[in-house]
């Protein structure tokens, strides 16, 4: 398993863009693709964007309407989220995940590591 930890949440001003990371420590990171999730309050978990283990290939969720860009370093053994025009609606705990594997998985439970999350609070 490698063990993640999430930061960069906070409070954030609508149309604000802030970057998250999520910074994986133990197994080799390059062989992991690497996702977020989120989930809003007294909401379901929801996906928001992934990437391949080398970083060649992402993918995000269409409600996410492109505002959002994944990437991933893996000689800083890091992986970013990217976000831009938030909306209040974007207020959610985001969960950086890992699965160890070339390509990731949007079912939770095919996914081996999981951060704690990080708050992001968007204030319109």
């Known amino acids: 398993q490698v063990l993640l930890v999430e930061s960069g949440g906070g409070l954030v001003q609508a149309w604000g863009s802030p970057r998250l990371s999520c910074a994986a420590s133990g197994r080799t990171f390059s062989s992991y693709a690497m996702g977020w999730f989120r989930q809003a309050p007294w909401k379901e978990g929801e996906f928001v964007a992934a990437?391949?283990?080398?970083?060649?290939?992402?993918f995000d969720a269409d409600s996410m309407k492109g505002r959002f860009t994944i990437s991933k370093d893996n000689a800083k053994n890091t992986a970013y989220l990217k976000m831009s025009s938030l909306k209040p609606e974007d207020t959610a705990v985001y969960y950086c995940?890992?699965?160890?594997?070339?390509?990731?998985?949007?079912?939770?439970?095919?996914?081996?590591?999981w951060g704690q999350g990080t708050k992001v609070t968007v204030s319109s």
């Open positions: 995940a890992g699965r160890y594997a070339r390509t990731f998985t949007t079912t939770p439970s095919d996914i081996g590591s």
């Open positions: 990437i391949s283990w080398g970083g060649g290939n992402t």
